[in-house]
C-alpha cells in the first residue's frame, strides 16, 4: 500500500470502532477495526471474527480474533481489546 492508501484504511477503520459495527468498543484501548461474520452451511454457530490496532494513545500492535459460535463478529472485539491491553503492559 501507499502511505495515502493506508492512512485512508486507517480513516476508514477508526470509523468503524467511532460510529460503525464496533461502535460498542468507543472507550477501549482498540483505535480501529473491522468486523466479520460468515455462515457456516449447516452448522449452528458463524465464523465470526474482528480485528483491529491499538492501543488508541500509541498504536502499535494489530490483531485478529476469530470465534466459532453463534452471532456477529463484534462478538470477538472484546477479545481483541483484551489482547491488546495485554501486549501495550
Known amino acids: 500500500l501507499s502511505s495515502e492508501q493506508a492512512?485512508?484504511?486507517r480513516g476508514m477503520m477508526e470509523a468503524v470502532v467511532e460510529r460503525g459495527t464496533a461502535r460498542s468498543l468507543r472507550g477501549t484501548?482498540?483505535?480501529g477495526g473491522k468486523t466479520g461474520t460468515a455462515d457456516v452451511d449447516g452448522a449452528?454457530?458463524?465464523d465470526r471474527w474482528f480485528i483491529g490496532f491499538g492501543?488508541?494513545?500509541d498504536?502499535?500492535?494489530a490483531v485478529a480474533v476469530?470465534?466459532?459460535a453463534p452471532g456477529y463478529g463484534i462478538?470477538?472485539?472484546p477479545i481483541?481489546?483484551?489482547i491488546i491491553d495485554a501486549l501495550a503492559r
Do not use: D, I, K
Open 29 to 31: 484501548s482498540v483505535l
Open 59 to 61: 498504536p502499535e500492535f
Open 66 to 68: 476469530m470465534t466459532e
Open 7 to 9: 492512512a485512508q484504511m
Open 75 to 77: 462478538e470477538s472485539g
Open 80 to 82: 481483541a481489546a483484551r
Open 44 to 46: 449452528a454457530y458463524n
Open 55 to 57: 492501543p488508541r494513545e
